[in-house]
C-alpha cells in the first residue's frame, strides 16, 4: 500500500465516523432542548443599559457557549396571516407603498424576514414564533450585539433596540447551553444550528 492509498483510507474512515455521529446529532436535538433564558419587552431595552441588561436578564449566559433563539410574542387567538403581514412590514422598517425590498432596517447589516419560513407557520397557533437562531461561544454577549449594536455598522445582528416602530413587542430568549468540556464547539454547534434552523424554521436570518 503506498503512502497516498494509506491517507485517502484514513480520511474516508474519519468521513464516515464523523457522518455517522452528524446524523446522530441531527436526529436527537429538537425544540425540547432549548432553556428558558429570559422574556421581556422592547422597551426595557430604552430603559436599561447593557451592563443592567446582562445582569438582570442574562446571568445564567454569562460566558456560556452553545446556541440560542429569538422569539416574538402572538396572542393565541390573533390570525396568522394577519399578524405575520404586519410584524414582516414592521420589521423591515418599510413605508407605506414601499416595495418590500426596501426599509428603513434592511441592509444594515441586519437579517431579513424569510418569506418562505413565514409561511412555513401558517398553522401555527402558539404564542411564540421562532424569530432568530444563532450560535456563540458567549450567548450573553452575543445576545447584548442583536439587542443594542447600531444600525449600518458591524456585527450583524437583529439590532433591536434601534427598531422604533416595534416599542409594544415582547421577546423571549431560550439557549442550549454546551458543556464546557466540549473542545469541538464550533463543529458541533454549527452542526446543531443548521439542524435546528431546518426544524424550527425561524423567521428571520440566514
Known amino acids: 500500500m503506498n503512502q497516498q492509498t494509506e491517507i485517502d483510507e484514513k ?4 468521513d464516515k465516523n464523523l457522518t455517522e455521529q452528524i446524523k446522530v446529532l441531527k436526529e436527537y ?15 426595557e431595552l430604552d430603559e436599561l443599559n447593557e451592563i443592567d441588561f ?38 423591515r422598517g418599510n413605508q407605506k407603498g414601499d416595495d418590500e425590498r426596501n426599509g428603513l432596517y434592511l441592509k444594515k447589516w441586519t437579517p431579513n424576514i424569510v418569506n ?32 443594542y449594536s447600531k444600525l449600518g455598522k458591524p456585527p450583524s445582528a437583529l439590532k433591536i433596540k434601534e427598531r422604533k416602530n416595534l416599542k409594544d413587542e415582547r421577546l423571549r430568549i431560550q439557549y442550549i447551553p454546551f458543556p464546557s468540556e466540549i473542545k469541538e464547539y464550533e463543529t458541533a454547534a454549527t452542526v446543531l ?10 423567521i428571520s436570518g440566514k
Open 193 to 202: 444550528e443548521s439542524a435546528l434552523r431546518k426544524k424550527i424554521n425561524p
Open 29 to 43: 436535538i429538537n425544540q425540547d432542548y432549548f432553556q428558558f433564558l429570559c422574556e421581556f419587552k422592547k422597551d
Open 116 to 147: 418562505k419560513r413565514l409561511q412555513k407557520h401558517i398553522e401555527n397557533t402558539d404564542e411564540w414564533i421562532p424569530l432568530y437562531i444563532g450560535k456563540s461561544a458567549n450567548i450573553s454577549e452575543r445576545i447584548i450585539s442583536h439587542l
Open 11 to 14: 480520511l474516508i474512515e474519519i
Open 54 to 91: 446582562k445582569q438582570t436578564k442574562l446571568q445564567n449566559a454569562r460566558g456560556i457557549k452553545g446556541i440560542y433563539l429569538f422569539e416574538i410574542y402572538k396572542t393565541e387567538t390573533s390570525n396568522y396571516e394577519n399578524w405575520a403581514n404586519e410584524f414582516k412590514y414592521r420589521f
